[in-house]
């Protein structure tokens, strides 16, 4: 699937608020269906707490699912506590690093 459809499923899951980081489109558009199956089904996961979250050192009202997708890729969606979903990002390992530290992860 194309990430516009991927954007679609994901935005029914976790309402249209949602915004979409780093490298999301080329990053959605290149991995196989299998994963990206997989990284929507692990949304369902972050938004029935079914998946850990982390706590922002930064922010303390910020929390964060982290996901691992194939070797080089990585996912991280972020939530205001007892509030709404905020982005999801998709990108490679090198710029996820950076995105960790800078939401205080």
């Keep these: 699937m194309q990430h516009e459809e991927g954007k ?3 935005k029914e899951i976790l309402g249209t608020d949602i915004r979409f980081e ?3 489109n080329k990053c ?3 991995i196989k269906e299998t994963q990206q199956k997989e990284l929507i ?8 707490y079914d998946a850990n979250p982390i706590q922002s ?8 699912f982290v996901e691992r ?4 890729l990585r996912s991280i ?3 205001e506590k007892e509030e709404y979903f905020i982005a999801l990002f998709l990108d490679k390992h090198k710029y996820y690093e950076t995105e960790m530290e800078k939401l205080g992860f």
């Design 69 to 72: 997708i194939g070797s080089n």
């Design 57 to 64: 050192k930064k922010d303390r009202k910020l929390i964060g």
């Design 41 to 48: 089904e692990w949304i369902r996961k972050c938004k029935n």
């Design 8 to 10: 679609r499923k994901i």
């Design 77 to 79: 969606l972020t939530k």
């Design 22 to 24: 780093g490298h999301f």
């Design 28 to 30: 959605f558009n290149n």
